[in-house]
């Protein structure tokens, strides 16, 4: 068997070596440059790999592609791989083969590492034998070849989800859908959603499907589909058979078929409605998993916030400044300003590669609750066309240091400056990771 991996990131190398351990032959190919971390894995388990192209000659030779998932698949050589009817899996797929464990897989266009991290963290807590995976964590396939996890937590993204086929999650979860990277899907926001509801293939009755219930695309797309796994939907107050909700004393409850468990919602570690979603699909995750309920109203309370999300940096004369960079589509950043005043103290900064936005979500948010809204990006033209229509005061930077400035200028003590910018941080930025330390940096410089 001839296992040719494209992409010598954490998801490429781990299958790499997964597929070397399992005595294939295996070539990895990077059109990009290999960190000498990564280099050093391949080296070291004598895996042939080649960076800054791709030699078609020996990647058509292969008898299946594992693809990375920043990989479109209108890239050249991903095409001529299809073209020759060369099977295209993801690192997932090719992982769950070789592992009996359960898998808890969550996705959603938000909130779904926040989701993905405190689940691991009561599982984790309560003393299982669980991994972390996908977007987060170590490669799937590197934990299966050697670290081997009777549980995986698994964050997956629609990209990953494409072209998984034959994996099944024990327990998947879908926390929203909303228009996001639709540059890959042909602007067609129909194929996005069709991507995420892949995490629901090859369920059965013995699995679970945890799911916003509020959620209009959602409820949507459930209407035309049939899902063989039980459903345990969650929403802010109970209707009809949700599972998980906020009862009349303030307390969050946690229904399955088997139990019930109640905690009071001031006890919760994560605020804001967004984390009451992600509390309540963790939480349900572990009952199905039959963890204690000491442990999950433990771990509820004691865990601390996902780094770029919302995270506090400081008060600098009076104004709290918020890193919330992971915020890379628009109702990522809704929820963001959902858990600001209800006042005009606000300075939001907008900003990065927009990738279709739709801006008009934020808007009544915005006009209740932005006083100034600093533009930060190589070209800000969509934005200060936008909120400016609408007389909110926008101020057009293209720098980070001149964002931060321009924050610092409009704002008063009281005032919250949020970067929550809706868009992709690859105009100024390596990565919104990047993106958000480099604000708190300039921050904490002020």
Request: charged fraction near 25%.
């Amino acid at each position: 068997m001839r296992l040719v991996v494209l992409g010598g990131g954490e998801s490429g190398v781990g299958a790499a070596i997964l597929g070397k351990k399992l005595g294939m032959e295996v070539f990895l190919s990077d059109s990009g440059n290999i960190t000498e971390h990564y280099a050093e894995m391949l080296r070291s388990h004598e895996i042939p790999y080649e960076s800054g192209c791709h030699t078609e000659s020996a990647i058509i030779l292969a008898d299946e592609v594992v693809k990375s998932p920043g990989i479109p698949p209108t890239a050249p050589i991903v095409k001529k791989i299809a073209s020759k009817n060369i099977p295209i899996i993801s690192e997932i797929e090719f992982a769950g083969r070789y592992t009996d464990a359960k898998m808890v897989c969550i996705t959603g266009s938000n909130g779904k590492t926040t989701t993905t991290l405190l689940t691991y963290h009561i599982l984790k807590n309560a003393g299982l034998n669980v991994g972390l995976a996908g977007n987060v964590g170590q490669s799937l396939a590197l934990q299966v070849a050697y670290d081997k996890h009777d549980v995986y937590v698994i964050e997956l993204s629609s990209f990953q989800l494409e072209n998984m086929y034959r994996f099944r999650a024990n327990v998947a979860v879908i926390m929203n859908i909303t228009p996001d990277h639709l540059d890959r899907y042909d602007y067609k926001f129909q194929n996005y959603v069709d991507a995420k509801f892949r995490i629901l293939q090859n369920q059965t009755v013995d699995d679970a499907f945890i799911f916003w219930q509020d959620d209009p695309v959602i409820q949507a797309q459930l209407k035309h589909i049939r899902v063989e796994a039980q459903l345990f939907p969650f929403a802010e107050h109970a209707e009809e058979n949700t599972a998980s909700y906020i009862d009349a004393e303030n307390r969050l409850i946690l229904s399955t078929d088997d139990d019930k468990m109640s905690m009071p919602r001031a006890d919760l570690a994560l605020n804001g409605l967004h984390n009451l979603f992600n509390s309540m699909a963790a939480g349900l995750s572990a009952c199905l998993l039959d963890i204690q309920k000491d442990d999950i109203r433990k771990a509820l309370s004691d865990f601390e916030g996902v780094e770029h999300r919302l995270e506090p940096v400081k008060t600098v004369n009076g104004v709290r400044y918020i890193n919330d960079s992971k915020a890379t589509n628009v109702n990522s950043c809704w929820y963001a300003l959902e858990s600001m005043p209800d006042a005009k103290t606000t300075v939001l900064i907008l900003g990065g590669k927009d990738k279709g936005n739709d801006y008009t979500e934020i808007a009544d948010l915005v006009d209740r609750k932005v006083k100034t809204i600093v533009a930060m990006g190589k070209d800000n033209a969509k934005i200060v066309e936008f909120f400016g229509n609408r007389g909110v005061k926008v101020v057009d930077t293209h720098s980070l240091v001149d964002a931060v400035a321009a924050c610092a200028a409009e704002s008063a003590e009281g005032d919250t400056v949020l970067l929550s910018p809706c868009c992709a941080s690859f105009d100024l930025f390596n990565s919104y990771e990047d993106r958000g330390r480099q604000f708190k940096d300039a921050v904490r410089a002020l």
